[in-house]
């Protein structure tokens, strides 16, 4: 996360407004350029931007396929507004990545979520990897746009959302509907979907033979569509195993940042799981795949047995790549529930299921239980208060057996009884407890903070795991609407409150590599946060060379600490210098004036809905979307 990346932005002439905002998501200095040689003359970490309507074919007639993504000097990133006529649409061709906008409203939270992903800060996949189980929920609606209303809904237990380019329809002029969507209306489509969801996209392109809508007779016409959601930044591409090697090896070398998923489908109803031809299919999708999915629809319940059984031997012989299988129609809903690696699930909101005997989230949990894959376990909120309820919301969504019960008892005594208990499933402490207090192991980050605020069992030597996850809700929040690197390097300054709750915030700020951490108004030491924290007395005291990126608030400020908060951020960072102002303590107003004075705000509700998601995963280890908490918080 720390280097600065080296760019040059092209922006639609109309638009020129956006670039000083590509320039605070990424927390760097820009300059307009009229050609793209005046690139050379600016320092690599200044953003250099350029009208669309100034480029000249000839100009960028060095720059091919086989240069891209492959040691050019500044990484090329298109802004393209999909309100206006394309300026120059031939710049699609020489480009490295394409953002698609509409003209209002401008989410910023989806730009700084894209140029995170395509410049390689965050890396959805090593995270997914790490999960026990992993699943994706597939959109079948012909237009996005019916999805929306219930987005957060549909993707409440989902790691990433498929968007199946071949079921959309576009209509045509004369009413009719075109045989394949244009790449125009497709990336339209896209744009909706990424605005309204944090999940990766999986961009599948389903062919007619394995239960589709795309034809086969133009290979080509697969690597146009898969080659344009690389460029527009999805996280995986579908590349179905029939397509000709070399479409598929150029996809893979073309593929930057984006994980392919190598697709094979056998509708049949002649596979079987214990033939050569199961391994060899395997073998040939793992030399382009980074994930291999085999799906067969089968009518014998013997076959859910069989491909348990292949699925233990490519664990034993062959665990990389990961391995997603299942087995299509009634019978194969078994191995629905077996499969751990990205297993398509369905919703009742949505129109049609994707594949035969297709289940929601719910069902698997529920089909898990049933087979004691996933016992009733007892979870407690100490302390939560209201919150309480939107646990147990939140498990009846998702269809998990177990209890979430709300308790008054605090203390080591109290935590080492619940500890004790053999279906003690993992409790949220409100406020958080000390490390020294907790019978439990600590992560490094609860050892670094001092503090525990969630606890799961299932660690090692069946020792409980005592964690913290109110660093990783200010973190979700810093990064919510800027990418990492701008933090890097820059100082940042924590204000008033409690050291524990400080050091939640210098934490998170010390792994986005942000110092010098200058803290403010509370005495204490916040040990082990990797970087050095300096406590000062003044606004003067905080002057550094390249400014301050973030003013973290932990708790409601007096008058002193209040003409502190509003020195700095009058006197530092601000428009265009990507500088963020989070407010823990929720009153004073002051995040409606750091906006006035150009800092981009987070109140404390986000960083609370941050650290709800992170505090569900780690305690039942499945997804709940950010914008599920607001929602059902009340939030909006």
Request: hydrophobic residues 45%.
């Amino acid at each position: 996360n720390s280097e600065k990346p080296s760019l040059l932005i092209i922006f639609p002439a109309r638009r020129r407004h956006i670039l000083p905002l590509v320039a605070d998501v990424l927390g760097q200095p820009w300059a307009p350029i009229e050609r793209t040689t005046d690139a050379d003359s600016l320092p690599p970490s200044t953003i250099a931007g350029l009208a669309a309507s100034d480029c000249r074919p000839s100009d960028w007639a060095q720059r091919t396929q086989s240069r891209k993504r492959s040691g050019a000097s500044r990484t090329l990133i298109r802004l393209r507004c999909v309100d206006e006529e394309d300026e120059a649409d031939w710049l699609g061709s020489v480009v490295d990545y394409e953002y698609l906008f509409a003209s209002a409203p401008f989410y910023r939270r989806d730009l700084a979520r894209f140029l995170s992903f395509v410049l390689g800060q965050v890396r959805p996949h090593r995270q997914l990897a790490r999960k026990a189980r992993t699943t994706f929920i597939s959109t079948t609606f012909p237009d996005v746009h019916a999805a929306l209303p219930n987005l957060e809904i549909l993707s409440v237990g989902a790691d990433a959302v498929e968007l199946r380019v071949d079921l959309l329809k576009e209509t045509l002029p004369d009413g009719s509907v075109a045989p394949v969507p244009s790449l125009a209306y497709v990336g339209e489509q896209l744009m909706l979907l990424r605005q309204r969801t944090e999940l990766p996209i999986i961009y599948t392109t389903r062919c007619t033979a394995e239960n589709g809508r795309f034809p086969m007779h133009d290979p080509g016409l697969f690597y146009t569509y898969l080659s344009k959601a690389i460029q527009w930044g999805c996280e995986y591409i579908d590349v179905e195993l029939w397509l000709p090697e070399p479409i598929r090896a150029a996809l893979a070398t073309e593929k930057g940042h984006s994980k392919i998923i190598s697709a094979f489908h056998d509708f049949s109803r002649a596979w079987t799981w214990a033939a050569p031809r199961a391994m060899e299919l395997f073998t040939q999708g793992a030399v382009y795949g980074d994930v291999i999915k085999m799906i067969a629809l089968v009518d014998s319940p013997h076959e859910n047995w069989a491909l348990e059984h292949f699925r233990a031997h490519l664990a034993a012989s062959s665990p990389s790549p990961p391995f997603s299988g299942l087995n299509m129609g009634p019978v194969g809903q078994l191995s629905r529930s077996l499969n751990k690696i990205f297993t398509p699930i369905t919703h009742p909101l949505l129109p049609m299921i994707a594949a035969p005997g297709q289940l929601s989230a719910a069902e698997i949990n529920a089909a898990l239980h049933t087979m004691g894959a996933l016992p009733r376990l007892s979870f407690f909120g100490l302390g939560l208060g209201a919150q309480a309820p939107f646990y147990e919301q939140c498990f009846n969504e998702l269809s998990l057996p177990h209890a979430f019960t709300q308790l008054d008892a605090r203390g080591p005594a109290a935590l080492a009884a619940l500890l004790a208990a053999p279906d003690f499933g993992g409790a949220v402490l409100a406020p958080p407890a000390p490390c020294a207090g907790v019978a439990a192991e600590p992560t490094p980050a609860a050892r670094a903070i001092g503090l525990v605020d969630t606890l799961i069992a299932g660690g090692r030597d069946g020792v409980c795991v005592a964690d913290n996850a109110a660093w990783k809700g200010v973190r979700g929040a810093l990064v919510a609407g800027s990418v990492p690197s701008a933090f890097s390097g820059r100082a940042a300054v924590v204000v008033g409150g409690s050291t524990g709750a400080a050091g939640a915030a210098l934490f998170a700020l010390a792994q986005l590599g942000a110092g010098p951490l200058f803290v403010y108004g509370f005495e204490g030491v916040v040990g082990g946060v990797g970087a050095a924290v300096r406590g000062v007395r003044g606004v003067e005291d905080v002057s550094v060379p390249g400014g301050v990126g973030a003013v973290v608030c932990c708790a409601g400020v007096g008058n002193g600490e209040r003409a502190f908060v509003e020195g700095v951020l009058r006197g530092a960072g601000g428009s265009g210098s990507g500088g963020v102002f989070v407010d823990l303590g929720g009153k004073g107003g002051l995040v409606s004036r750091a906006v006035g004075w150009g800092w981009r705000g987070v109140d404390a509700e986000e960083v609370d809905a941050w650290t709800t998601v992170e505090t569900l995963r780690l305690l039942v280890g499945q997804n709940v979307p950010y914008d599920f908490v607001r929602l059902a918080g009340g939030g909006g």
